[in-house]
């Protein structure tokens, strides 16, 4: 099925069906006011024999992948296929000057074949600092910032490494939540009769699971809390799956999808942040931190930049895997719903994504503005 001509193109390293964070959220609310098509890395198929260009309708957003016949575990815009891709895209968006937004560097030069009237860089990680990245990334990462029209941040640790590069026309938006997603009646938790139905307390954690998560802290945690489930649900991607802590008492379920992750945080009593203190962990500002909040659970977390700056009145720091199994323990005693709710209604009411995405259009608007005022 071939789409309509675009009115927004986002190019992006993530998968539109894989894990739902930043550029979903954001990019289905740009999508109910303009077409828009979300092009993905090439991707690996035994379905092809060539090359294949492939187009499907996901709500309101058309998702567009080449399909290319290889057994490569990565195929990145800065490929061969990736530039099979780039002529594939910008021959079927005809030349319309659509506003290009893209999620990583790597794809500029597709954006800038696309003539954009607008080209936006939403920076949600510091991919360079990623397992496996592409050694391009960090001039790529200089080339967009200056090419960009405007240039959206994804967290104070973020835009601290961006301003210094593009001082001028660089907004900070930390990632969002949307509240009524996760709301739900949490009066019968924390010794009521629905946690009387569980064989133990859970610890959990919602998320991909690699390189930024501390697997020795979350097996010493585990050691530390024999008649708690340890709880990691995600997808394992970087690592091999054979590093993961293997325990009697920590479970894998795998991935679950977004529509679901309200009645899988409904499973936890106390939530998890156990990430890994290091280079790909220092920038980071994670969604989950307000889903979990959002979803009435107690939060635990590693000294994470963002989350100690922003979060820190309502998420528990600790540094190891007894710190968390202690932080465990203390909260499953001590917590209040009716005092979670009054800590946390301000930022969750602050930070929704319908408010951000809002806040995000009128700075590309007022972007548009000025371009069409310095064109006259």
Request: glycine residues 6%; proline residues 8%.
């Amino acid at each position: 099925m071939e789409p309509p001509r675009p009115d927004l193109v986002v190019l992006s390293h993530l998968r539109w069906s894989w894990v739902w964070q930043r550029p979903q959220h954001l990019i289905s609310r740009f999508a109910t006011d303009h077409v828009t098509w979300f092009v993905e890395e090439p991707q690996p198929s035994d379905r092809v024999d060539r090359p294949t260009m492939t187009w499907e309708r996901s709500g309101q957003v058309w998702v567009g992948q080449l399909l290319v016949p290889s057994d490569a575990h990565h195929l990145g815009f800065d490929t061969p296929e990736g530039d099979v891709l780039r002529r594939e895209v910008v021959a079927a968006a005809g030349g319309s000057g659509p506003l290009v937004w893209i999620y990583t560097p790597l794809a500029l030069q597709m954006a800038l074949d696309l003539q954009p009237d607008r080209l936006v860089y939403d920076v949600m990680d510091d991919l360079a600092s990623f397992k496996d990245a592409s050694p391009q990334l960090r001039e790529a990462q200089r080339e967009a910032l200056r090419r960009a029209d405007v240039v959206f941040t994804g967290g104070r640790s973020l835009h601290a490494g961006v301003t210094p590069l593009r001082p001028e026309g660089t907004h900070c938006f930390p990632s969002g939540v949307e509240t009524e997603h996760y709301r739900r009646d949490r009066a019968s938790m924390f010794g009521g009769t629905e946690a009387r139905r569980r064989p133990r307390p859970v610890a959990g954690y919602v998320g991909v699971i690699d390189e930024r998560l501390d697997l020795d802290l979350i097996d010493d945690m585990a050691a530390a809390l024999p008649d708690w489930e340890v709880r990691l649900v995600g997808p394992v991607a970087k690592i091999d799956p054979s590093s993961l802590p293997r325990r009697e008492n920590i479970s894998y379920p795998g991935p679950a999808a977004y529509a679901e992750l309200p009645a899988v945080m409904a499973g936890f009593d106390v939530a998890l942040m156990p990430f890994a203190m290091n280079e790909a962990t220092r920038s980071i500002s994670p969604t989950k931190t307000l889903e979990y909040l959002a979803a009435d659970l107690p939060v635990v977390s590693t000294r994470v930049p963002d989350v100690v700056a922003d979060y820190s009145h309502v998420v528990a720091l600790r540094d190891d895997g007894r710190g968390f199994a202690a932080a465990c323990r203390e909260i499953l005693q001590q917590y209040d719903l009716a005092q979670h709710r009054r800590h946390c209604r301000p930022v969750l009411d602050q930070q929704h994504w319908d408010k951000i995405a809002g806040r995000m259009r009128a700075l590309v608007l007022r972007t548009a503005a000025d371009v069409e005022e310095i064109s006259a």
